[in-house]
């Protein structure tokens, strides 16, 4: 299993501005996802982080909103854009271990105003 | 496109008593997957199951994957608090090898 963590854990932001995500693996991932989960709720996949090509986003979710970057095969980072209230979530990166199970990070718990 | 459904949505059950979840998918799986989340946690991965009609156990929890491979359940025997959490089961959806979260089941132990 991979052990996986993320930075911030949390952060209160204006609305307006800009988060970015990071999520470091412990080890090389072919595969890593960025959810949403809003309280009580399930986690809905944002995107695919591809290594050396562009994030294949899920329907509802664009680019211009939530940047990715996937520099390598141990790293990726997110970015709410242009925040509202709205994107008030938990936002979870996750690698894909063996037969498409997935491990997660600790999440960012993030707060618009 | 696919959709993964659990009930119930909430189950409160006194300490010592059993509980079912039961996952239900729109289409066939590969296999099925079962996380659990901690309140304020994130989900950690239990078990998954590939066979048709595949049973396994872990100490007081049993997963079962159904034989058309579309529905799948948990059973915990003699629940105890730190069985406190919510339980989604989740199967592959298409390409990338992404996968499909179930709506989970929010389980309230009550010593």
């Known amino acids: 299993s991979a052990v996986i963590s993320q930075k911030p854990s949390r952060d209160i932001c204006q609305r307006g501005t800009s988060l970015t995500i990071q999520c470091q693996v412990d080890?090389?991932?072919?595969?890593m996802f960025w959810y949403r989960q809003q309280p009580g709720q399930s986690l809905t996949l944002i995107a695919t982080?591809?290594?050396?090509?562009?994030?294949?986003?899920e329907s509802g979710f664009v680019i211009d909103k939530f940047p990715i970057s996937r520099p390598n095969l141990t790293f990726s980072t997110l970015t709410v854009s242009n925040m509202s209230p709205e994107d008030s979530s938990i936002y979870l990166c996750?690698?894909?271990?063996?037969?498409?199970?997935?491990?997660f990070g600790p999440g960012t718990r993030l707060l618009v105003l | 496109g696919q959709q993964v459904m659990q009930i119930p949505q909430y189950q409160h059950v006194q300490e010592g008593e059993d509980f079912t979840t039961y996952c239900n998918s729109s289409?066939?799986?590969?296999?099925i997957q079962w996380y659990k989340q901690r309140p304020g946690g994130h989900p950690v991965f239990l078990i998954q199951?590939?066979?048709?009609?595949e049973v396994k156990k872990q100490k007081r929890l049993t997963f079962q994957f159904g034989e058309a491979k579309k529905n799948s359940s948990l059973h915990i025997t003699a629940t105890q608090t730190t069985d406190v959490g919510t339980y989604f089961c989740a199967g592959p959806s298409g390409g990338y090898q992404k996968v499909t979260f179930g709506t989970g089941t929010k389980l309230q132990v009550i010593p």
């Open positions: 289409t066939t799986l590969s296999n």
């Open positions: 996750s690698a894909q271990g063996a037969g498409e199970t997935q491990y």
């Open positions: 982080a591809n290594q050396g090509s562009e994030a294949t986003y």
């Open positions: 080890s090389q991932v072919t595969m």
């Open positions: 199951l590939v066979k048709s009609g």
